[in-house]
């Protein structure tokens, strides 16, 4: 058996011909991280099984039926990502209780994460007094203009969406965030571990796992109809030990360390 990496590092305009390639050489399966790849082999083969592990509602995104039948070519595991923003959003205002104005950074490429949490984002802001400056960025050099454009609107603290590109860039995104003095969150467990200040979101090595188990059953014969859509067994967060902050400048000046929450 050969296992094959496709390692996008977010340049989502691939998608198609990449998928197109590994239908046409009939592999057995294909695993996709994310919902933009799971959405691009959904489209392009009904017959090929697919193992999915997405942050958004398998439903809402095309992939399956129902979560319990999924009823066709495709199977795998909710993050519920895009059920955990609203919280992210509340955690970071009581990390930073004066913040106003909070960056949203989101790739615009990535329409199955982007869309879902602009909207999850913008119905919870209000109740927490906050208001949001929306931030896009598909390469490098747009991360850095994001910066630029926090520092000029003075906001007082920045939500990272979940992203395949923005994972890539984590020691990128955590260094920026520290030189600039603003309270980021973020989705994964990999950016406080480079550098970042705090995350809140599914333990994604255990997710995985569960994808990998569930490929495992396909090769072996199982049929995805015949495996539910499922959510991974464990959810965690972590966050930089720091005190109450009363300003973004204070947040980064003290905090040192991350510990699980």
Known sequence: MTVEYHILDGKFDRLPAVMA????????????????????????????????????DPVKLGLVASLARPDGNATGFNFFAGETQAKRLSLLHELVPKSVRVGVLVNPTNAPATDP??????????????EIQVLNASTIGEINAAFAALARERADALFV??????????????????????????????F????????????????WRQVGAYTGNILNGAKPLNWPSNRPSSSISSLTKAPRCSSASRCHQHCSRSRPR
């Open 21 to 56: 390639d590994l239908v046409r050489r009939r592999v057995a399966v294909i695993a996709a991280q994310g919902g933009a790849p799971a959405v691009a082999a959904r489209a392009a083969t009904a017959t090929i099984p697919i193992v999915f592990g997405v942050g958004q």
């Open 192 to 207: 406080p571990a480079a550098g970042g200040l705090m995350s809140y979101g599914t333990d994604t090595t255990d997710a």
């Open 117 to 130: 949490t602009l909207r999850e984002v913008r119905e919870a802001a209000p109740a927490l007094g906050l």
């Open 161 to 190: 969406n979940g992203d395949a590109f923005f994972t890539s860039r984590r020691v990128q995104l955590a260094t920026l965030a520290a030189r600039d003095r603003i309270p980021a969150v973020y989705t994964l467990r990999d």
